[in-house]
């Protein structure tokens, strides 16, 4: 069974409560849930985390390749300016593992600010403004790829 890191940036432990008209009323935890199980559905075994802090982030970029795990990123806010993180991406997919960007709003449809990201650049790819399903996707993208 592959393993794929489900890595979430800022802000992302306050959902259901925070602006649920942007971002939905399902909460951290069953958000989670969700993933474990869309993973096990798929034959894939989901290591769940989120973290405030870019750093914590970075090392786990670094665990992924050092475990040979794909991964599927919420980078929150870092997406707009995390070159640290960025960089940390780009050796998740030099290492020849795909790492799928996702969000669940569309970066596109909002403020000017957030239409950059630094991540998509190095990311296998991205998929944005489905709410949850951009997660099921994201791992879907990983199962049907699998090598």
Known sequence: ???????????LSRLGTREPEKYGSTSYDELAAHAMQWGSDLGL???MRQSDDEAEL??????????GWDVVLNPAAFTHYSYA????????????RRLIEVHLTNPHAREEFR???VISGVATG???????D???????????TAS
Do not use: K
Not at 1 to 11: D, E, I
């Open 126 to 132: 991205t998929i944005a403004g489905l709410g949850i």
């Open 1 to 11: 069974m592959s393993t794929v890191l489900v890595a979430n940036g800022p802000n």
């Open 45 to 47: 075994e989901v290591v």
């Open 134 to 144: 951009s997660y099921r996707l994201g791992l879907e993208a990983i199962a049907a």
């Open 115 to 117: 239409h950059t990201s």
């Open 58 to 67: 970075v090392a786990w970029m670094h665990e992924a390749v050092d475990n």
């Open 85 to 96: 993180l960025r960089d940390a991406c780009a050796l998740v997919t030099s290492a020849g």
